[in-house]
């Protein structure tokens, strides 16, 4: 069976094919161009269609019609139905790169079992998430995937190849919708290539660019005839009318844009672009280059901010280090970027190489087997690796780095862990890629789920005595492999580690919280009378809707005044509790002894943490047995908190009455409640 090598351009945007032939690397046409527009479009017939004819069919029938998918990459929520078929992010680069296969196949007129070695670029700043998928994708599609290198690391090769660089050079890649800003060490004697720091946006590109001018053009037509263009519905358009008119405005943006980077001046004519109160409507405007960057100045903003951000905090190079700046990326031919970049540097970009084919030359030279030299490219973290631990003063859940951002490589690390509970014999791994920008943060709410791993067997022991070593390794492709072993037993584990959604990882992580009882004790005297009831309706109201978790806890509701009413006894279903509010009215004292006696009793039989909120804006009957009895619940391990409101209530006994000073909140009124609920509830969850 016959072989080839080729380099593939996975874009945003556009993909791109190279195949180096007798040391030359060749650009495999597809279809007749150079560049496959990275868009799916289903027609009538329930057929996928690939490039060119798909990005077609889209301005006309954008609904159908799935483009810019890589934003999406690993993301396992986003799904596109379009025609009837259902695609994730991966099934769609599966199809493009089936399409650039297909078409390799027959542009170089190999035999179809002809085996197809693939070097794919991914942005640098892709996480270990997105390159598996990008490689998952290039192996459904039938080609050898032989290694997932960084597009900026491409263009460093193809540029150095050309320009003959011995030096450090500043990579600006910015495509259709990924930013990838890098510095890289290039030693041409060796035919290595080195990366020093990078840094970027795996959400900033061309299509933001097109999406502020739709934007805007949209405002002029709403402006123009009155109407609300931000939905079919609200527009009165018909819905082929209004899928074309959307599909066509994009399209114009994008060509606006591309034009003006060559001209200073366009003129947008879309003739008949729908029929509204008795005429077709045509769209014309005029748009300069200043236009253009005025509108767009947000998006040039944000480029400059962190390119200027990564040269402050990178204490790997010094602007001056900088020998060469290469652009890349289509979006790089926009003016104001390339001048934004050279002033930032106050040196000129080279303007030799092609951008929009540097990326893929560099993949297949990579790729390719002949060369006498082949070049050696040293990669780096993106983001710091690591795992969900609980932090040192056990409050919340932190993220313990064991690689760090910056390594080269093929690389590998590990650190000691133990267990939390007595004789636990599996510990679930939790996985977490840095987030984008959140390197220091500790929480691990700011990182990004990367998947879990389970090491089973361990022996039995007391909370903190196992050791448990966690070993994390990246191989040459950029796969990470985890290794956990149990020091004592010598049980190990080489993992595959489970992909997984964040959000359901949450949901099950607070399915392992420890489930709490309330019982919340309302105070309905003759005082809470109108507003103060009417407010702390609402609060309750908000308290059994949105702030406690039904799914592990239950709540219970007392009222009291001299007489007490148990309302609802220990529940999951909010809507009770909800329903119990609708018709609650004050008047009579303010017995509070026995409300406790109720709830006391209600969760006599619970094996869950047991908590009691009291709300009151009064004094009890009888303080003295109030608090007897309240001492009582407390040794029998339930936790008091009360909220005091309005003048009537004394601090130092609602002090008393709770567990500890600090479960007492005095406040003015209530219409602090709500926000008092919160506050109790948080300190509720940190301090079980
Ligand atoms: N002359 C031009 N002026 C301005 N923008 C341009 C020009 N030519 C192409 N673009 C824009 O460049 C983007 C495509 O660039 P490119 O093909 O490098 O992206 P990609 O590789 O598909 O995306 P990414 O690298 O982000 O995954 C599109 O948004 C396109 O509109
Ligand atoms: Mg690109």
């Given amino acids: 069976m016959k072989e080839i090598f080729i380099g593939i351009d996975l874009g945003t945007t556009n993909t791109l094919a190279c195949q180096v032939d007798g040391g030359k690397p060749i650009i495999i046409k597809i279809k007749g161009s150079k560049m496959l527009p990275s868009v799916l479009h289903v027609d009538k017939d329930k057929n996928i269609v690939i490039g060119k004819r798909a990005k077609k069919l889209g301005v006309l029938d954008p609904k159908n019609t799935i483009r810019s998918s890589k934003t999406y ?17 991966t099934e769609v680069a599966t199809e493009i790169l089936k399409e650039v296969k297909a078409q390799v196949i027959e542009k170089l007129h190999l035999e179809k079992d002809t085996k197809i070695n693939a070097v794919i670029t991914v942005p640098a700043y892709f996480t270990g998430n997105q390159k598996d998928e990008t490689k998952k994708a290039g192996v459904a599609a039938g080609l050898n995937v032989i290694q997932i290198i960084t597009e900026p690391m491409a263009a460093a090769v193809a540029a150095v190849r050309e320009l003959e660089l011995n030096e450090k050079i500043f990579v600006v890649d910015l495509g259709g919708g990924t930013f990838d800003i890098s510095v890289l060490q290039a030693d041409r004697a060796n035919n290595t290539y080195r990366a020093i720091d990078l840094a970027g946006d795996k959400k900033l590109g061309g299509d933001d660019f097109d999406k502020m001018l739709y934007d805007y053009f949209i405002g002029i037509i709403q402006d123009d005839l009155g109407i609300d263009l931000s939905s079919q519905k609200k527009s009165g358009l018909t819905e082929s009318d209004y899928n074309s008119m959307t599909g066509r405005i994009r399209e114009a943006a994008e060509t606006a844009k591309i034009d003006l980077s060559e001209n200073t001046e366009y003129t947008i004519d879309l003739a008949n672009l729908f029929f509204h109160k008795g005429r077709n409507y045509d769209f014309n405007t005029e748009l300069t280059r200043e236009d253009f ?112 951002k910056g390594e080269k490589y093929p690389c590998e690390s590990s650190k000691i862990y133990t267990t939390t509970d007595d004789n636990q014999t599996t510990v679930p791994i939790f996985i977490y890629e840095a987030g984008s920008d959140a390197e220091d943060v500790e929480d691990i709410d700011a990182h990004e789920y990367y998947g879990d791993v389970s090491l089973e067997n361990i022996a039995p022991a007391p909370a903190g005595v196992p050791n448990i070593k966690v070993t994390f390794r990246y191989d040459i492709s950029g796969t990470v492999v985890v290794e956990a072993q149990d020091e004592q037993s010598g049980v190990k584990n080489i993992i595959e580690i489970k992909k997984g959604d964040k959000e359901e990882h949450k949901k099950k992580r607070r399915k392992k919280q420890r489930p709490i009882d309330f019982m919340l004790l309302l105070d309905v005297s003759g005082s809470m009378y109108d507003e103060p009831l009417r407010e702390a309706t609402q609060a309750c109201e908000i308290l059994f809707n949105d ?142």
């Fill in 293 to 404: 960057e005025n509108i767009c100045k947000p998006l040039f903003d944000k480029i400059i901010s962190r390119i200027k951000k990564f040269i402050a905090e990178s204490d790997r190079f010094k602007v001056s280090d900088i020998g060469t700046i290469i652009l890349a990326g289509g979006s790089c031919y926009i003016p104001k970027v390339k001048a934004d970049v050279e002033k930032i540097f106050n040196k000129r970009a080279d303007s030799q190489l092609n951008l929009d084919t540097l990326v893929v030359v560099g993949a297949a030279i990579v790729a390719d087997p002949n060369l006498i030299s082949k070049p050696i490219v040293e990669d780096i973290l993106a983001h710091s690796l690591g795992i969900e631990v609980i932090s040192p003063d056990g409050k919340k859940l932190i993220l313990s780095k064991i690689l760090n």
């Fill in 73 to 89: 990459m690993a993301d396992a929520k986003k799904k596109w139905t379009v025609g009837g078929l259902t695609f994730t992010p």
């Fill in 547 to 688: 702030m406690i978790n039904f799914d592990i806890h239950k709540m219970g509701f007392i009222t009291f005044e001299t007489y007490t009413r148990r309302l609802v006894p220990l529940t999951q279903d909010k809507n009770r509790l909800k329903n119990a509010l609708r018709n609650l009215s004050a008047g009579g004292g303010t017995n509070l002894a026995d409300a406790l006696r109720c709830a006391n009793e209600d969760l006599a039989e619970s094996s869950n943490i047991k908590v009691v909120i009291i709300v009151t804006d009064g004094q009890p009957f009888d303080e003295d047995f109030t608090l007897d009895y309240a001492e009582r619940m407390k040794d029998a391990g339930i936790r008091i908190v009360t909220i005091g409101a309005g003048s009537e209530v004394k601090e130092s006994f609602i002090k008393k009455v709770s567990s500890s000073p600090d479960d007492a909140y005095k406040i003015d009124n209530m219409s602090k409640l709500q926000e008092t609920f919160k506050t109790a509830l948080k300190s509720i969850e940190e301090k079980k």
